[in-house]
């Protein structure tokens, strides 16, 4: 899995730093990170890998390791990567070479270790200082042990196809590829098959795989965001709009000749979400779950996980919309049926590593996104924020040409039904935002086209209806739409930079 922290400013961060200096400051941030519990966990999530081979675990100089990748690192940088490899998906941590004035380091550095600590030693002295203080030693001559001095995933993979080599890396191996070198390794040694032939799973749900299940909720929520967007074009309210808010749309238009035009841009931008929700899910479900790729499952989890329980908004809002909580019962048991299983056997197919620019392009595109979808999920929950409170921003009342004070004195519920609306796109929006940061960070490899198509899908689906609906209405307020206009051009310029990376050609898959 490509790591955006590093690749894009690497080469900058040498010549400015070196790469002695490189090499440790990235180790003391991953160490200060990885230090701490819940620092661990978000670089395991973001980084390593959750779901080692059992072929890939085996033994280094009589000591059981997990998987058989680790670093080499001097006596110098043994305190920081000793904290920082593990969350990384390394199985094992070689500190070398060590003599007797190294022994106090090593000590101080093993202490309270999570990871295999094996020392190569220069002398007796500095091994038997060292006995009751790490796991093991290693020696010069061990042919079980291969050291990597190249980035290359390939080459590291073809090393662990012996089944008791261990592959141990330099510090300026991870500089030059990044953290996620240990779970691109680990990808590449894993064993894949093919699909598994489904004219067996007939009509019964029961034996459904997961990934249609996933599937089916992306359809549903496409479909979903495509009616609603029907009907704000259409009638924009419906019977049970107009039974709560006692007002026709007539009503509403001669209260304020702007308000009918707010809801259906509230509306349409809502639709447009839920429909870019629907391309991320069927992407995760077609490209990602039925292949086998654990995070895929995790993606789709998190962002449902965020999105479903936005439907309670109503009990802020005291609007309980019937299509909208129809949609959620209707979806949620799928979704439920979509993740509560593991992930299938492995049936990815790794394209071959490519040029080394081209790459590069991918990352400094890969960080777009990831921006990109933090600053959503920001807004999204600014959004919510806003429309479980205040309802209103300033531009809204400036367009609308009145106050808060006087829709309420329209109706007492007119306020209520748009901050149901405006909420409701906000817990959309966060939901859309970490499906989409979240697939950038962890499933951007070569070759994986639906990677760049799904999200292509997604950003038009959750841009374009936002823009043409503000021109449509004429609320072109460049404040209000500013965050709108860096989206697009943050996510055009980071596809643009990975189309080559992503679409490259990959090997044939297997036809499901």
Known sequence: M???????????????????????????????????????????RGFGHRHPPARLASEIAGVPVAVRLGISVPPSLAHKAIRAMAPLGAGVVEVAPVSAADVETVREAAAGRSIPVVVRACDPEAEDALKSHVDGF???????????????V????????EPQTVVLVRPRVLVAAGPGWFARVVEAATPTAPAPVLRDVGRDPRRWPAWWWAL????????????AAAITLGPVLLWYDRDYLGMTMHELHAANHHLVHFLQHDRITMAGTMV???????????????????????????????????????????????????TAIVLFPMFVAGVRRAPHAPRWRLAPEGPEPERRRALVGQLLLIVTGTGLFVGGAVISGVGLTGVFVPTDLAFL????????????????????????????????????????AWG????????????????AAGFLPAVVVHGAIHYTDFIHLAPVYFGIAM??????LARPYLCAKAPARPKD
Do not use: K, N
């Open 154 to 161: 390939t080459a590291a993979a073809t090393e662990l196809e």
């Open 216 to 227: 089916l909720v992306g359809l549903g929520m496409t479909g979903a965001g495509l009616g």
């Open 444 to 459: 951007w490899r070569r070759g994986e086209t639906w990677v760049f198509w799904t999200l292509a899908a997604a950003a």
């Open 138 to 152: 290693t020696s010069d001559d061990d042919p079980h042990v291969a050291h990597v001095t190249d980035p290359s």
């Open 276 to 326: 870019a929700i629907g391309a991320l899910y069927t992407g995760l479900a077609v490209g990602g779950i039925r292949r086998g790729w654990p995070w895929a499952r995790e993606v789709y989890l998190l962002s449902g996980a965020i999105g479903f329980p936005t439907l309670f908004y109503f009990l802020a809002t005291g609007f309980v919309e019937p299509l909208h909580t129809a």
């Open 401 to 440: 040409g009145t106050s808060t004070q006087t829709l309420e004195a329209v109706s007492p519920r007119l306020v209520p039904f748009v901050a149901h609306d405006r909420a409701g796109f906000g817990g959309a929006l966060m939901s859309a935002a970490v499906a989409i940061t979240l697939l950038s």
């Open 2 to 44: 490509p790591d955006w922290t590093y690749h894009p400013l690497r080469g900058a961060a040498a010549a400015v730093l070196g790469v002695r200096r490189s090499q440790l400051t990235a180790l003391r941030l991953l160490a200060s990170i990885g230090s701490r519990p819940t620092g661990a966990r978000l670089i395991a």
């Open 491 to 496: 996510t055009g310029t980071g596809l643009l």
